[in-house]
Each structure stands twice: as C-alpha cells, then as structure tokens.
C-alpha cells in the first residue's frame, strides 16, 4: 500500500489554543485544527494569531493539519 500524496495549502492562524495548536482558516472559509510541524517546534518558530501558514493536509482526514510554515 502506498501513502497518498498531502494537500498543502495557505492558511490564516485565527486562535492559539493549548499545547501547540491551532485554529486555522482555509482559502474556502473552513476552519480545522492544526499542530506544529517538529522542525518548526525544534527550532522554536514562533505563532501567533494573524500569522499567514502553510497546511499540510492528510487526504483521509479533511479536519486536522499539520503547519509546515511561517510565511
């Protein structure tokens, strides 16, 4: 079985919640939750909210991310 290719997309932070992570809203208005990527945690990249990001989506799973970058 082979893994299935992520959909990356450009988001808006809108909340910070609790151990690292995130409200965020899509291009298409829907909001989901998202979580630091390790190299970003690792280097102590810094969110907050207002923050443009780049999402990495999981095919089966529309409603959690994964932030990869700070723009």
């Known amino acids: 079985m082979t893994k299935e290719e ?38 102590f990249i810094r969110i907050v909210p207002g923050d443009r990001v780049t999402v990495e989506l999981s095919p089966y799973d529309m409603t959690k991310g994964r932030i990869i970058v700070r723009h």
Do not use: H
């Open 6 to 43: 992520k959909i990356t997309l450009e988001a808006e932070v809108t909340e910070a919640l609790p151990d690292a992570m995130f409200r965020v809203k899509l291009p298409n208005n829907q909001q989901i939750l998202a979580y630091v990527s390790g190299k970003m945690r690792k280097f």
